[in-house]
């Protein structure tokens, strides 16, 4: 991280990714259209579920297949342990420590020994349902297009009901936890963008909406939304079209979303002061804490209410054509676009994750967090920083309790 001060004033920040680009989309193209739910899961090891519902469900549009009923349901299921095992790891290894003063998890654990062992107890549970319903905890092997390559057994969701039900406890008291912070002053104007569903929290269905006037379906999001390379890093930064920044992630879904949480969740949220107007993104760790009871709640409707479907999938047929598809990660907006020849071979391939979209706003907040900083440090103004970048739970190694900061004054 770069910062400029010229004559006592912030003229300058930026957040250097210099990171090896992985090439995903490159080497998908040439590929059959039914491999990227096994590839893309390889993307990342926390949210490995994200890379594969999406690309799922835009393969399966190009294909003219929409995927309904107890199937549709199990992927639901499956993203709930995902945003159960991911949010619980931010909020007690990565960005707790930074509110009670530790510099890490370990330093933590010596001293709320009882708070670390249940959010890894809450993480657990999160991991047992992906690996249950996706196979393994860690880049899923059931996912395929069209459903899964097999179904829970009666026996797995039994024991999976019991797990859930003590997750919901462990949740509500972890919302309680964390809303009793302290919490350094900010305020955001950012343009909130979020999958909005009328009827459930956004997940993996409905339309991409902002707070300020944005409303397309997943076709329509690389009309709205443009990437581009910036010179001091190699992560994308994205902006809206005629608008600019925006912010992707647990606030943009709670401001957008909030009277879908389920009631749990809300009652937890309001508990604790934590509203559709939360501007303060240092309070997203409480967003966090409040996404995974409603996971959790979510998850126990699911397995109460879920039939087993005759087959564990649906077929899907390759055709020619372009298929979109725009899903909640546990760190916001993902988006595939892929386009099949007439045999499934994938042409082009384009994949837009939270963090790409999110850098630039993440730049904003540290510019002015910065500029009201001044009197600290250069140290005490570096681990302010890394507190405010694990405020978007990054999917790059300044997510971890490292930053390398240069600060230049003329």
Same mark, same amino acid.
């Given at each position: 991280?770069?910062?400029?001060?010229?004559?006592?004033?912030?003229?300058?920040?930026?957040?250097?990714?210099?990171?090896?680009?992985?090439?995903?989309?490159?080497?998908?193209?040439? +590929?059959?259209?039914?491999?990227?739910?096994?590839?893309?899961?390889?993307?990342?090891?926390?949210?490995?579920?994200?890379?594969?519902?999406?690309?799922?469900?835009?393969?399966?549009?190009?294909?003219?297949?929409?995927?309904?009923?107890?199937?549709?349901?199990?992927?639901?299921?499956?993203?709930?342990?995902?945003?159960?095992?991911?949010?619980?790891?931010?909020?007690?290894?990565?960005?707790?420590?930074?509110?009670?003063?530790?510099?890490?998890?370990?330093?933590?654990?010596?001293?709320?020994?009882?708070?670390?062992?249940?959010?890894?107890?809450?993480?657990?549970?999160?991991?047992?349902?992906?690996?249950?319903?996706?196979?393994?905890?860690?880049?899923?092997?059931?996912?395929?297009?069209?459903?899964?390559?097999?179904?829970?057994? +009666?026996?797995?969701?039994?024991?999976?009901?019991?797990?859930?039900?003590?997750?919901?406890?462990?949740?509500?008291?972890?919302?309680?936890?964390?809303?009793?912070?302290?919490?350094?002053?900010?305020?955001?104007?950012?343009?909130?963008?979020?999958?909005?569903?009328?009827? +459930?929290?956004?997940?993996?269905?409905?339309?991409?909406?902002?707070?300020?006037?944005?409303?397309?379906?997943?076709?329509?999001?690389?009309?709205?939304?443009?990437?581009?390379?910036?010179?001091?890093?190699?992560?994308?930064?994205?902006?809206?079209?005629?608008?600019?920044?925006y912010l992707v992630g647990p606030m943009a879904r709670l401001a957008l979303g909030?009277?879908?949480?389920?009631?749990?969740? +809300?009652?937890?949220?309001?508990?604790?002061?934590?509203?559709?107007?939360?501007?303060?993104?240092?309070?997203?760790?409480?967003?966090?804490?409040?996404?995974?009871?409603?996971?959790?709640?979510?998850?126990?409707?699911?397995?109460?209410?879920?039939?087993?479907?005759?087959?564990?999938?649906?077929?899907?047929?390759?055709?020619?054509?372009?298929?979109?598809?725009?899903?909640?990660?546990?760190?916001?907006?993902?988006?595939?676009?892929?386009?099949?020849?007439?045999?499934?071979?994938?042409?082009?391939?384009?994949?837009?994750?939270?963090?790409?979209?999110?850098?630039?706003?993440?730049?904003?907040?540290?510019?002015?967090?910065?500029?009201?900083?001044?009197?600290?440090?250069?140290?005490?103004?570096?681990?302010?920083?890394?507190?405010?970048?694990?405020?978007?739970?990054?999917?790059?190694?300044?997510?971890?309790?490292?930053?390398?900061?240069?600060?230049?004054?003329?």
């Amino acid at each position: 991280m770069l910062v400029d001060i010229e004559d006592g004033a912030v003229s300058n920040v930026q957040l250097r990714i210099y990171e090896p680009p992985r090439f995903f989309e490159a080497f998908l193209v040439g +590929r059959a259209y039914t491999e990227p739910a096994d590839i893309t899961a390889r993307i990342c090891g926390i949210c490995p579920v994200a890379y594969q519902m999406s690309a799922c469900l835009a393969l399966e549009d190009a294909c003219g297949v929409r995927v309904e009923g107890p199937l549709h349901d199990l992927r639901r299921l499956l993203y709930c342990g995902e945003w159960i095992e991911s949010h619980t790891l931010h909020v007690h290894l990565l960005h707790a420590p930074d509110f009670l003063g530790f510099d890490g998890a370990i330093d933590l654990a010596q001293a709320h020994r009882a708070e670390v062992e249940r959010g890894l107890e809450l993480k657990k549970i999160g991991n047992e349902i992906v690996e249950v319903i996706g196979g393994r905890a860690i880049h899923p092997v059931n996912v395929r297009l069209g459903g899964f390559y097999r179904l829970p057994t +009666r026996k797995e969701r039994r024991d999976l009901r019991e797990r859930v039900l003590r997750a919901i406890d462990l949740a509500t008291e972890v919302v309680a936890w964390v809303g009793g912070f302290d919490f350094p002053e900010l305020t955001h104007d950012h343009e909130m963008v979020a999958l909005v569903d009328p009827d +459930r929290y956004g997940v993996m269905d409905g339309r991409v909406i902002s707070d300020r006037g944005l409303d397309v379906d997943a076709a329509g999001f690389g009309a709205a939304i443009a990437e581009e390379q910036v010179p001091w890093s190699t992560a994308l930064q994205a902006h809206l079209l005629e608008r600019g920044n925006y912010l992707v992630g647990p606030m943009a879904r709670l401001a957008l979303g909030y009277g879908n949480l389920l009631p749990p969740a +809300r009652e937890a949220a309001q508990a604790v002061g934590l509203g559709p107007d939360t501007r303060n993104p240092f309070r997203s760790i409480v967003t966090r804490a409040v996404e995974t009871l409603h996971a959790c709640v979510e998850a126990l409707e699911i397995l109460d209410g879920w039939e087993e479907p005759e087959a564990p999938a649906v077929p899907v047929e390759p055709r020619a054509g372009e298929g979109h598809g725009v899903t909640e990660a546990p760190r916001g907006l993902l988006y595939h676009r892929y386009v099949l020849d007439e045999d499934g071979t994938i042409l082009e391939v384009q994949i837009t994750p939270p963090t790409s979209q999110n850098q630039a706003t993440i730049e904003h907040d540290l510019f002015h967090l910065v500029e009201r900083s001044l009197d600290l440090d250069d140290l005490t103004l570096q681990h302010l920083a890394e507190q405010a970048i694990r405020n978007y739970d990054p999917c790059i190694s300044c997510a971890t309790h490292f930053l390398d900061m240069e600060v230049r004054r003329r």
